[in-house]
């Protein structure tokens, strides 16, 4: 079977059932699978002819320690350099795993199987593998291509209707940022409409996986069109740093209706365009009255690694699938939001 899309020429993303599809990309020889405790219960067939590792849940498991114990459970079990790491999960799972297979040993291959929309739509795509640090997101990572992604929208009807929202997040993301007709079936559609209807969700999986994938392509390691798939994250970023009340879909929604704002102050954003974001977000059922008050946001977005030397790279939406990247003093930022 032939990938969907192929990022970089080397991670195939696959959009279909699972089990039409893991068979004929793992490669032979030796599989160890890292999950956590919910899949195992969910897919339980999917994994019990492997040697398993789980990890906990919740962004608090995404750290440096959890990866050392996935390390030492690696050593326990003899995993070589021949041996290929299948992370079967949501985006914590696969994050964390693609860190330690691209760690452990100088590196092993790895694939993915994407169980949430969050992690089919952006978490799995695109090589971005990390854990946090005291909190702060991503501080310890790599750059290194899944050998596979599978996206089965199937396996999303087990996901509670907050996560799926989650996910939905960087649907609207995606659109903003290159496509407007994708944000256009968005806006004639409702949350009951994607949450059950088959066809209609796998439409939007991959039309948000080409617009990452496609930017992926032309830049790897976010030194110039990658930082666009960051819009609405600086100040998502600061709101999960800050509080615990939202989820990072939650924070990205509120994020990028913030951003939106700033956007039309800067006059880069038409009144009418901030409107229709704002609308779709609220329409796919988001809250965007940000948990924490905006001058702690701004405190916290002065940490945030993608700051250089006092300059952020700011993503502004300039359109419906149109946005730039505008490098900005973290006070011209923060002045914005006065």
């Known amino acids: 079977m032939e990938p969907l899309f192929n990022v970089r020429s080397r991670s195939g993303i696959y959009i279909g059932p699972v089990k039409d599809i893991l068979s004929g990309v793992l490669p032979e020889g030796r599989v160890v699978v890292v999950s956590d405790a919910t899949i195992d219960r969910l897919y339980h067939p999917l994994l019990e002819k492997y040697d398993t590792v789980l990890i906990g849940l919740g962004e608090s498991v995404k750290t440096l320690q959890t990866v050392e114990t996935i390390y030492r459970r690696f050593i326990e079990l003899g995993v070589d350099r021949s041996t290929f790491v299948l992370a079967v999960g949501g985006g914590i799972v696969t994050d964390v795993a693609g860190f330690a297979a691209s760690t452990y040993m100088r590196g092993l291959k790895f694939g993915f199987v994407s169980t949430t929309l969050l992690g089919q739509v952006d978490a799995s795509v695109g090589g971005k593998n990390g854990v946090n640090v005291d909190g ?28 799926f929202r989650a996910g939905l997040a960087e649907v609207v993301k995606a659109a903003i940022i290159a496509d407007a007709d994708l944000f256009g079936r968005i806006e004639n559609t409702t949350f ?22 496609d930017i992926v392509e032309r830049d790897e390691h976010e030194s110039g069109d990658r930082r666009k798939l960051n819009l609405g994250h600086t100040l ?22 913030l951003i939106a704002g700033a956007a039309v102050k800067l006059g880069v954003l038409s009144e009418a365009d901030r409107d229709r974001i704002v609308h779709v977000l609220m329409q796919l059922g988001f809250d965007l009255t940000p948990p924490v008050d905006v001058k702690r946001l701004l405190k916290e977005v002065g940490k945030d690694k993608k700051n250089e030397e006092g300059i952020l790279r700011i993503v502004l939406p300039v359109g419906i699938g149109d946005c730039e990247v505008r490098p900005m003093k973290i006070d011209d930022f923060a002045a914005l939001y006065v």
């Open 236 to 257: 998502a970023h600061a709101i999960e740093k800050c509080s615990n009340r939202m989820n990072h879909g939650e924070a990205v929604a509120v994020g990028t209706a």
């Open 192 to 213: 009951e409409a994607l949450r059950t209807d088959t066809d209609l969700l796998t439409d939007a999986v991959s039309a948000a996986i080409r617009v990452k994938a």
């Open 136 to 163: 702060y997101k991503n501080m310890a990572g790599t750059f290194t291509q899944p050998q596979f992604v599978i996206c089965d929208p199937g396996l999303l009807r087990t996901l509670p209707d907050r996560e």
